[in-house]
């Protein structure tokens, strides 16, 4: 069974930093992209970042890039999202979800809509505030 665990959120200071964890298990398959995706109140989800195993792409949103950072493990079953400069309009649930691909995936933009995607984590809640 594949499952997804979140963990690292908290709540945080603006301008300050957490690094979200995604670990994933029960993996079926060898080629996968992982992302990340936020949900604040009211709001839809939105693809924060994403990285893709097949050719070690990685996307950011346009509201996080230069702030966040997506990086795995070496055996890539683990997916880290390093947030920096963090600001109030941030604070939402992280999640994690996880696509299935293959040897030659050509990652894209996509990867940030979470249509793409099978499986997810429960979530972590992300707070930014003085």
Not at 25 to 52: C, L, M, N
Not at 101 to 129: A, C, F, K, M, P
């Amino acid at each position: 069974e594949v499952q997804l665990v979140e963990s690292g959120g908290g709540l945080v200071q603006p301008g300050g930093s957490l690094r979200l964890s995604c670990a994933g298990s029960g993996f079926t398959f060898d080629h996968y992209a992982i992302g990340w995706f936020r949900q604040a109140p009211g709001k839809e989800r939105e693809g924060v970042s994403a990285i893709s195993t097949s050719d070690a792409g990685t996307y950011y949103s346009d509201s996080v890039k230069g702030r966040f950072t997506i990086s795995s493990d070496n055996a890539g079953t683990t997916v880290y999202l390093q947030m920096n400069s963090l600001k109030p309009e941030d604070t939402a649930v992280y999640y994690c979800a996880v696509k299935e691909t293959h040897r030659y995936y050509s990652s894209n933009w996509r990867l940030l809509n979470r249509i793409e995607y099978d499986y997810w984590g429960q979530g972590t809640q992300v707070t930014v505030s003085s």
